[in-house]
């Protein structure tokens, strides 16, 4: 089992940032991938970015590229998710999820990031 517990969520003021965190314990994956989502009320959730544990690679959803940065410590299997240019339409739940890549397996109970106007 992998248990992911995010972190980092909160309130700001649109044009900010803030860096979300997500730690997985439990078992790893050095072959997999991790993820961040979103879902914002009343909507479906979202694929933002992923990332590959053996070697970094990357991937986007195209509307947060350039404004949000996914990154991997492998030491102590944490994923961060820097966000900047902060819109009050990223005001979401964000949820990380680990797996082999796109197939998501595990996810975490989602920190809440409020973007006000």
């Known amino acids: 089992q992998v248990q992911l517990v995010e972190s980092g969520g909160g309130l700001v003021q649109a044009g900010g940032s803030l860096r979300l965190y997500c730690a997985a314990s439990?078992?790893?994956?050095?072959?997999?991938?991790m993820a961040w989502f979103r879902q914002a009320p009343g909507k479906e959730r979202e694929f933002l970015a992923a990332?590959?544990?053996?070697?970094?690679?990357?991937q986007y959803r195209d509307s947060v590229k350039g404004r949000f940065t996914i990154s991997r410590d492998n030491s102590d299997h944490t994923v961060y998710l820097q966000m900047n240019s902060l819109k009050p339409e990223d005001t979401a739940v964000y949820y990380c999820a680990a797996g082999p890549l796109g197939v998501w397996n595990y996810w975490g109970k989602g920190t809440l990031v409020t973007v006000s106007s």
């Open positions: 990332i590959v544990w053996s070697g970094g690679s990357t």
């Open positions: 439990g078992r790893t994956f050095r072959r997999g991938a």
